[in-house]
């Protein structure tokens, strides 16, 4: 199965603060891998296109 396979298109991520706080930052700050298809790192604010 594909990772674009797992969330239907269309799909909002919308999530509530205790769950980016629990289950993505948490992770995030103590260096746990995250699966790619997760969360996508982006340099919003970076000048690489």
């Known amino acids: ?3 674009d396979d797992l969330v239907p ?3 909002i ?4 603060m205790e769950e980016l706080v629990i289950d993505y930052l948490t992770n995030w700050v103590a260096g746990t891998p995250l699966p790619s298809y997760t969360i996508a790192f ?3 604010y970076g000048t690489e296109l």
Do not use: I, K, L, N
């Open 9 to 11: 298109r269309g799909y």
């Open 42 to 44: 982006a340099d919003v």
């Open 1 to 3: 199965m594909e990772p």
């Open 13 to 16: 991520f919308f999530p509530r």
